[in-house]
Structures are given as C-alpha cells and as structure tokens.
C-alpha cells in the first residue's frame, strides 16, 4: 500500500485519524508527505514515513507525483487537490480519498472519506478490507 500525502492540504485532525489508522491497520504501508515545512511540522509523523519539504506553487504536487507507483496495489491520498484526479481515477488498485472538501476529479472510482467528520469507522473498515 502506498500512501501520499499533500500535507498542505490537509488539516491536521483528518491527518491524525488517518497516520493513527496506518500504524495500527497497515504498518508496511509505504508513506511519503509532501509539504511546506511548516504544515511537515505541525504533525508528528510515523518513522517510516518520508517527508519532503516542497515550497511554492505546486511543488508539493510534483513531489508526491514523482514518487506515485502506478500498481494495482492499494492508494491511499490525503489531499482534495483536484491534480490528483488523474492519478487517482487511472490507479489499477483501489483508492482511498481523506479529505474534507475533495474535487469532484478526485470523486471517480475512489472512495471518499472525511474522519474529522464521519470519525474513523469507514477509514479503518476500508484499511481492514484491502489490507485482508
């Protein structure tokens, strides 16, 4: 399982419900953040998770862009960011959105998940189905 995660957009009570999920239900998950160094900051990160800082316009974009492996493998993306949509609606794998307001390009084929306001149920029967 691959885990991306655009920690400029993503506030920090969905991030939290979501890493404390990943260590629990898929601790082999691979987990890159891409952000500026102050949203990188704001949370304590799982020590397997890469974390790369990446200031400016769509450059947090391109850095989780570039680690993306395309496989039928589970994804997992933390962002509403609509420039992942393609990225996500042409995974091969299952794909799971955590966001509180995600683009309508990330809404094809994923499922869609807010734990800040649904709580972790649904995240952690989605980890437990894919995980199986």
Known sequence: MQVLIDADNIAP???R??????VELAPAAAITTAGRAAAL???TWPERARQI???GWQRADLALAEVYRRDGDPLVLASGDGDFGL???GHPGPVLVVSGAPSY???RGTTVVDPALEGPRRLR???T???A
């Open 13 to 15: 009570a969905r991030l």
């Open 17 to 22: 419900v979501l890493l404390d999920a990943l």
């Open 41 to 43: 900051e704001r949370t």
């Open 53 to 55: 800082v990446a200031a």
């Open 87 to 89: 990225l996500a609606s």
């Open 105 to 107: 390009q990330l809404l």
């Open 125 to 127: 029967d989605w980890l």
């Open 129 to 131: 189905s894919v995980s």
